[in-house]
Nanobody, 120 residues
Framework: QLVESGGGLVQAGGSLRLSCAASGRTFSSIAMGWFRQVSGKEREFVAAIAAINWRGSTTYYADSVKGRFTISRDNAKNTLYLQMNSLKPEDTGVYYC????????????WGQGTQVTVSS
């Protein structure tokens, strides 16, 4: 089960941090990610983070959020985060936590989503 929190309304240029609490004992060994969906459009990839290995956790970002968003994980708390800075109106949408991503970034599990609205 994945439960997101932290969405809300923010002005352009502001920041929000999304959290995703995951249940299960395999959290640390699976890739996690964030996706978003704007009304009328397909769900799109935002960021992903690999399972931890001796190098740490590799992260991946959509070009549209690179340099502004940071994905991280706390395996002790079974929690995934998305720090969003310098938000733009085009970042508005429903943000979904996703778990157990494969190499094609297709997840097995989805959260229920949390709304992020950025006003201009």
């Amino acid at each position: 089960q994945l439960v997101e929190s932290g969405g809300g309304l923010v002005q352009a240029g502001g920041s929000l941090r999304l959290s995703c609490a995951a249940s299960g004992r395999t959290f640390s060994s699976i890739a996690m990610g964030w996706f978003r969906q704007v009304s009328g459009k397909e769900r799109e990839f935002v960021a992903a983070i690999a399972a931890i290995n001796w190098r740490g956790s590799t992260t991946y970002y959509a070009d549209s959020v690179k340099g502004r968003f940071t994905i991280s994980r706390d395996n002790a708390k079974n929690t995934l985060y998305l720090q969003m800075n310098s938000l733009k109106p085009e970042d508005t949408g429903v943000y979904y936590c996703a778990a157990d991503l494969n190499r094609d970034r297709q997840p097995k599990y989805w959260g229920q989503g949390t709304q992020v609205t950025v006003s201009s």
